[in-house]
Every structure is written in C-alpha cells, then in structure tokens.
C-alpha cells in the first residue's frame, strides 16, 4: 500500500463531541451489514482530550433529556454503547432503576460519553485542529473525486494533509457575547464557567452576576448562591423572570425522529409553526425544579430580611468597565428606562451560543454550497450540503442545519438517529459510486 493510500479515508469527521462520537458508533456497528468491506474514519479534535461541556458539570445539575437518548439506542436499541449498557458495566443498572428517574446528572451521563470515547482512540487526533478543506488537484484511478482536510496538530504546529471521500462537520455551538463585552479573569462565559471560578479566591468574590434567561443562567446563579454564602447574587434578566421549559409529553414531540421530516419536508408555514409554538422546549427556557427553588429562597430570605439574592428582570447590559479587580456594569432596565450602575467582582454571560457556521472552513469550497434565498445553506434530508456538480464529494453537517431540520440539528434529542441517517448515506453513496474501500494502514492493523 503507497503512501498515499495510507492517509484515504471513507470519513473525516471534524471534531470529536458527542455527535461525531455517536457517528463513529454507528459506522462501526454499520459494518457488521456492509459487505463492502469497512468503512476507513479518522476523526480530529482540537481540544486536547474529550470533553461536553465540562465547565457546567455542576454538582447535581441534571440531563434535559431522558437516558434512553443517548449515542445509540434510538438507532439500535441492542447497542454494547448505550447508556443501559454504560451502567450494566459500571456495576450501577440495579441502582439507577431505583432512583426511578430518567433524568442522569450530567457528570454521570459525562462519565457515560467518556466510556464510549475510550473504544475509539485508534480513530480520533486531539490536539488537531483542522484548518482548510479543498477539492484534490487530482484524482485517484477509480475515483471520482476526493477532498484533501489539512490538519495542525498540537502545540508543535506540524501540519498533516489526510484525504477524504466525505467529511463530516461538527465544530459544536460557538458561545455568544454581548457586542463590545471582552471575555477576561473576571468576565466570564457560561462554556467556560468552572474553570474560571476555579481560577479565583472565592473569598474575594463579594458581589457576583449573572446575566440570562436559560437553564445555564439559572443554574449558575443557584451554585454561586450555595457556594459563596457570604456574597450577594444578582441574576440580571431580559425577560420578567425565569420561563419554564415546556417537557410535557405532546410538546416533546417535537424532538421525535419523525418531526424532522415533518419539518424539512413542511410548508414554510409549517416550519414558522415549529418555532412560534415550541421554541419553549429548549430556548430560554429553566426547568420547573430550579424555578421555583431560585423563588423559594429569595422568599425565605425576605421572611429574614436578609437578602443577597437579587433578581433585575427586564434588565439588559449595556457595557462593561474594568477597575482593577472590580468591574463596573452599566446596567438599562426596561422597567423604568433608566440605566443604572452595578459593582460586581465577576460578571458571567449565560447568553448562549451562535450556530456552527462552516464557511470560514470550507473556504473555496463554499462556491460550490448552494444557498437558499435567506443566504443559508441548503442541505439534503441527510444532512448533506446541496453541491454543484462539480464536487461529487460528501460534506456533511451535525449542527448548523436548524432552518432545514429543525429543533433537533445539533442537540443529543435526535443524535442517535442523526448520525445513523449520516452513516447510512455514506454507505449508500459509496456502494452507488462502485468504490472499493480503502483503509489506512492503522485501519489494517487493527483488523489483522
């Protein structure tokens, strides 16, 4: 096998969090049903090790979403990776059906992510981030085009070039900031929240805030109200106070498999329909629990008059100044339309995420993505970009595809199905091209 055979692969999946993760999955167990023979994956992450949201892996917080929507089981209930199969072999199944729950706590359900991660290491660069994707200058005898995914890898900034039939994009959310708000020591966003915190002397932090409506904010502000007892806690709010997140069972349909059909394939009207009425199952919205323990307590704290938990609902920041340690925050309140100063020792921004946008990574191959009308990119049912002819290759999306698949694009609800439907293209396309597959020399050694 020549070297160039050696860096072919079937996928290159960008970035390795929870969605490609469960895309690995579901190409290995794919494999058992492909008598074409395996199909070759690496995968490249810039962080240095696996991680989902570690910096808001607070004590107790727990999952939005049932157990049983985890890498796997939605796609083949019978997966060794699935959650049930997580807790058979941690020794834990007897106990988790005790508690009668089927919500985890996000540390455990973590732990659960990083057990599955381990069987992959063999398919996965940390520490590599890629760079550029482009067209290949030339194409291999029996091939009918490929992609060539330039790679830095590590502190060293070695560059590697892999080739690719099919890459598969999830870079994740990009966390969002008020505009003209630096993020420093003391100005924080909610991604990067513990290990900040982690960072300081919490006995210097005397005034804290919280800026945000969602389940983040919330849960923010109830850990610094448990963890600085001796601080005051302000939970600055644009709304009029926290919404409550709609999980009945009529409105999560909305995060079923089928709904994604019912969103891609729908009318504009039906598409406008899915946001106006159950935009409140995930946006913005805090679970009943953490309401109304946030409430519970500032009305205790009322009966003792001794408040330091402070809610300033309709209130919106308008800048930051930094004094030394401390910062000032000019806050506007809609309430009465003036703007009122707030001294703080840290400030942290739960205002979410802007959605994965890959045109900066695509490059020139961006003239090759069509786009509708809005300027957004078009994507297939299988989460494929809409392509001139002239690139035959398959680039695809787990994130950045809301307008087109709806509430479930890039959320753990749909990711078992999500990456099956991924895999089952790939395989498919490549059985239509009449390819043979071939695998990277570690691939080879792995199977003997």
């Known amino acids: 096998m020549d070297a160039y055979a050696r860096e072919m692969y079937d996928v290159v999946g960008?970035?390795?969090?929870?969605?490609?993760?469960?895309?690995?999955?579901?190409?290995?167990?794919?494999?058992?049903?492909?008598?074409?023979?395996?199909?070759?994956?690496?995968?490249?992450?810039?962080?240095?090790?696996?991680?989902?949201?570690?910096?808001?892996?607070?004590?107790?917080?727990?999952?939005?979403?049932?157990?049983?929507?985890?890498?796997?089981?939605?796609?083949?209930?019978?997966?060794?990776?699935?959650?049930?199969?997580?807790?058979?072999?941690?020794?834990?199944?007897?106990?988790?059906?005790?508690?009668?729950?089927?919500?985890?706590?996000?540390?455990?359900?973590?732990?659960?992510?990083?057990?599955?991660?381990?069987?992959?290491?063999?398919?996965?660069?940390?520490?590599?981030?890629?760079?550029?994707?482009?067209?290949?200058?030339?194409?291999?005898?029996?091939?009918?085009?490929?992609?060539?995914?330039?790679?830095?890898?590590?502190?060293?900034?070695?560059?590697?070039?892999?080739?690719?039939?099919?890459?598969?994009?999830?870079?994740?959310?990009?966390p969002r900031m008020p505009s003209g708000v630096e993020?420093?020591?003391?100005?924080?966003?909610?991604?990067?929240?513990?290990?900040?915190?982690?960072?300081?002397?919490?006995?210097?932090?005397?005034?804290?805030?919280?800026?945000?409506?969602?389940?983040?904010?919330?849960?923010?502000?109830?850990?610094?109200?448990?963890?600085?007892?001796?601080?005051?806690?302000?939970a600055v709010i644009p709304s009029y106070g926290y919404s409550v997140a709609d999980d009945t069972p009529?409105?999560?349909?909305?995060?079923?498999?089928?709904?994604?059909?019912?969103?891609?394939?729908?009318?504009?009207?039906?598409?406008?329909?899915?946001?106006?009425?159950?935009?409140?199952?995930?946006?913005?919205?805090?679970?009943?629990?953490?309401?109304r323990d946030l409430h519970r307590r500032s009305y205790d704290e009322d009966v003792r008059n001794d408040r330091r938990l402070y809610f300033l609902n309709l209130t919106r920041v308008r800048d930051v100044q930094r004094a030394g340690t401390e910062l000032r925050v000019r806050l506007h309140s809609l309430l009465d339309t003036e703007s009122e100063p707030l001294d703080v020792d840290a400030l942290v921004f739960a205002t979410g995420y802007d959605t994965m946008q890959p045109t900066g990574l695509l490059g020139d191959l961006d003239r090759y993505c069509l786009r509708d009308e809005a300027g957004r990119y078009r994507a297939e049912r299988d989460y494929r970009l809409v392509t001139t002819p002239e690139l035959p290759c398959g680039i695809y999306l787990q994130g950045g595809t809301e307008h087109t698949h709806g509430l479930t694009s890039s959320l753990l609800s749909n990711v078992a199905v999500r990456s099956g439907e991924i895999a089952d293209s790939i395989i498919h396309r490549r059985a239509g091209q009449g390819l043979e597959p071939v695998v990277s020399l570690d691939a080879a050694a792995r199977t003997g």
Request: no cysteine.
């Open 14 to 174: 960008i970035g390795f969090g929870p969605s490609n993760l469960s895309l690995a999955i579901a190409l290995e167990e794919h494999e058992a049903n492909v008598s074409a023979g395996p199909i070759s994956a690496a995968f490249f992450e810039r962080q240095p090790s696996f991680g989902w949201h570690r910096n808001m892996l607070l004590p107790s917080a727990t999952m939005q979403i049932s157990f049983l929507k985890d890498l796997a089981t939605f796609r083949n209930p019978v997966s060794r990776y699935s959650f049930i199969a997580y807790l058979h072999t941690s020794g834990r199944l007897v106990q988790f059906v005790n508690n009668q729950n089927f919500f985890p706590t996000r540390q455990e359900f973590h732990q659960y992510l990083e057990w599955a991660e381990s069987n992959f290491s063999d398919r996965v660069s940390y520490g590599s981030e890629v760079t550029a994707i482009r067209l290949a200058p030339e194409s291999v005898p029996g091939e009918s085009g490929h992609l060539q995914v330039e790679v830095r890898q590590g502190i060293t900034g070695v560059r590697r070039t892999v080739d690719a039939r099919n890459v598969v994009i999830s870079t994740g959310l990009v």
């Open 183 to 234: 993020r420093d020591d003391r100005v924080w966003h909610s991604s990067e929240f513990l290990q900040k915190y982690r960072q300081i002397e919490t006995h210097d932090l005397k005034r804290v805030a919280v800026v945000g409506a969602g389940q983040s904010a919330a849960e923010i502000t109830r850990f610094l109200h448990d963890a600085l007892p001796h601080a005051r806690v302000y």
């Open 250 to 291: 009529f409105a999560n349909q909305v995060f079923d498999p089928a709904a994604v059909d019912d969103y891609y394939f729908g009318t504009e009207q039906t598409r406008e329909a899915f946001w106006r009425y159950h935009k409140n199952t995930n946006y913005s919205v805090v679970d009943d629990e953490i309401i």
